[in-house]
């Protein structure tokens, strides 16, 4: 989990996706899991913020608490991102972490 983990976050982290356009999730930074879990990891940059979104999605299920808080652990080691509203039994579970960027990094995104 952690190699995996580490390697989503170094995607999403080198090729960020820019703001002001619709919000989305990046194929490109998925990972299936062997038991059917899919996480995908995105960060967004608007002109002041950076935000952090985790996707966890299982068709059989709804991804259990410790499963989707071990992901966040390792893909936003230090940090404490909050689940987005959702529909009680969805089998997608959407964690953001919104970030206001120093004045020095919002020119430069």
Not at 12 to 25: G, S
Not at 28 to 36: I, L, N, P, S, V
Not at 83 to 92: I, K, L, S, W, Y
Request: include cysteine.
């Amino acid at each position: 989990m952690a190699a995996e983990a580490a390697r989503l976050r170094a995607a999403a982290e080198a090729k960020p996706l820019r703001l002001p356009v619709n919000r989305r999730i990046d194929d490109r930074h998925r990972f299936r899991t062997e038991d059917g879990l899919s996480v995908w990891f995105t960060i967004q940059l608007s002109p002041n913020r950076r935000i952090s979104e985790a996707v966890f999605e299982r068709d059989a299920s709804r991804p259990a608490d410790g499963e989707c808080r071990a992901w966040l652990r390792e893909l936003l080691p230090d940090k404490e991102a909050a689940e987005a509203a959702g529909m009680p039994d969805a089998r997608v579970r959407r964690f953001e972490l919104f970030e206001v960027l120093p004045p020095r990094e919002a020119r430069r995104s």
